[in-house]
């Protein structure tokens, strides 16, 4: 996971240490850095930023050439760090806790293009909320896509979760505010807005995305963004953000994304944070988005599973070196024994492979030379085609002749009546 960012500032830490600081040397190194990060779908702003702040902290700085590498690293994990602090933190649950003491449902609106995974990952924040004991219901605002309203039933069926929803071309604004009511009327915790995916160039649909946000009046708003979109997913989060000032961001697909400039990207343009990331196709596949594995994952060791020294068995004192030394002689011996008994079922095993199956070596046809091999299978064709062709011709040879025959026959005449 977030291998190409991983390789972009390890190298550039690494070049840094094996060259002297000069002017000429930074702006080379800061270059190769610039490109790495391009490759990594890190947004320009970002790249500008980072070699801006890092270029500062290096001209003029005496450093001791060993342990420039770690200062580079340092300087690149600071500059990294403070653009998350800048964009802070979104607690949903801690929102929903907040509304419920005021009996009021907390209005979470999903928003992003088509086929990011909104849908999906709606059920999976259902599963999450439930998990903590919170009532939900769902709002199936998405009217315009084929088998959406299905595809949600679905979900909510299997989460145990109440849905509110009308037909295909009603308005959405509409089906949000009837979920509302229904949440206001039953005291439940929570309402999950699903809306139908639409492309940040689409002009009527962003406006209709403002008009369902002035109907309800959501407390949260999420941008839905794929991971493995590249440069676009940036250019997306930049116009809804204009369109819907959202609240934080969740990533999807991010089990399978090797490049990690999304986040950064996201994180310096809208000044808003990564909430949760989708790491699978489970419901309980949803994780929150954390700095310091973020940061572990591209600089230090990532997402590996800490695992525990074992810890050493207390080893029996011998009481007798004589007695340890028969039982010593003893293993060794029965390991000799299980060696040759394995020895022998493997003789076993290759005598009866051996008459059961036929060697390859005399079913294969060797070839001195691609000419005889091309020859061969020449003739061979040809051979076949000629059997096939002499049948044909007996064939259309036996129909001629019943033909033949059909018409020498004496027709009969048919009696007259009188």
Request: aromatic content about 6%; glycine content about 4%; hydrophobic content about 35%.
């Amino acid at each position: 996971m977030f291998e190409k960012l991983r390789n972009a500032f390890s190298s550039v830490a690494k070049s840094f240490g094996e060259k002297e600081l000069k002017a000429s040397d930074i702006d080379d190194v800061l270059f190769q850095l610039e490109i790495a990060l391009m490759e990594s779908d890190v947004a320009t702003e970002v790249i500008d930023s980072i070699k801006a702040d890092l270029k500062n902290k290096l001209t003029g700085t005496s450093v001791e050439k060993n342990q420039i590498e770690q200062f580079v690293k340092d300087n690149l994990i600071g500059t990294i760090s403070q653009l998350f602090d800048v964009a802070g933190n979104v607690d949903i649950l801690a929102k929903i806790n907040e509304k419920k003491a005021k009996n009021e449902p907390c209005v979470i609106l999903f928003v992003g293009i088509n086929g990011t995974g909104k849908t999906t990952t709606l059920a999976k924040m259902t599963y999450l909320l439930k998990q903590n004991k919170f009532s939900i219901v769902i709002a199936a605002a998405d009217t315009f896509r084929a088998g959406a309203i299905e595809q949600l039933t679905e979900h909510a069926n299997r989460l145990n979760t109440k849905i509110v929803a009308q037909n295909y071309g009603a308005d959405p604004a509409a089906v949000a505010r009837d979920a509302v009511l229904y949440a206001k009327s039953h005291k439940i915790d929570c309402v999950l807005i699903d809306t139908a995916g639409r492309m940040q160039t689409s002009k009527n649909l962003m406006e209709q995305i403002e008009k369902i946000t002035k109907v309800v009046n959501p407390d949260l708003k999420i941008f839905v963004g794929d991971s493995l979109a590249g440069n676009d997913t940036v250019n997306q989060a930049r116009e809804f953000y204009q369109h819907t000032t959202f609240d934080g961001a969740i990533l999807t697909k991010s089990d399978a994304d090797a490049r990690g400039g999304a986040a950064l990207s996201i994180v310096k343009i809208t000044a808003k944070p990564v909430i949760y990331v989708g790491m699978g196709q489970e419901y309980a596949d949803l994780r929150p988005f954390d700095k310091k594995l973020f940061l572990e994952t591209v600089f230090g060791e990532g997402f590996t599973a800490v695992i525990p020294e074992p810890k050493p068995e207390p080893k029996p004192e011998p009481k007798n070196q004589n007695q340890n030394q028969n039982q010593n002689q003893n293993q060794n011996q029965n390991q000799n024994q299980n060696q040759n008994q394995n020895q022998n079922q493997n003789q076993n095993q290759n005598q009866r492979r051996n008459q059961t199956i036929p060697s390859r070596a005399s079913t294969i046809r060797t070839f001195p030379n691609m000419q005889t091999c091309l020859m061969f299978h020449l003739r061979k064709t040809t051979m076949r085609h000629l059997q096939w062709q002499k049948k044909f011709t007996n064939g259309l040879q036996m129909v001629v002749q019943s033909l033949d025959r059909n018409q020498r026959r004496p027709k009969k005449q048919k009696s007259q009546k009188i």
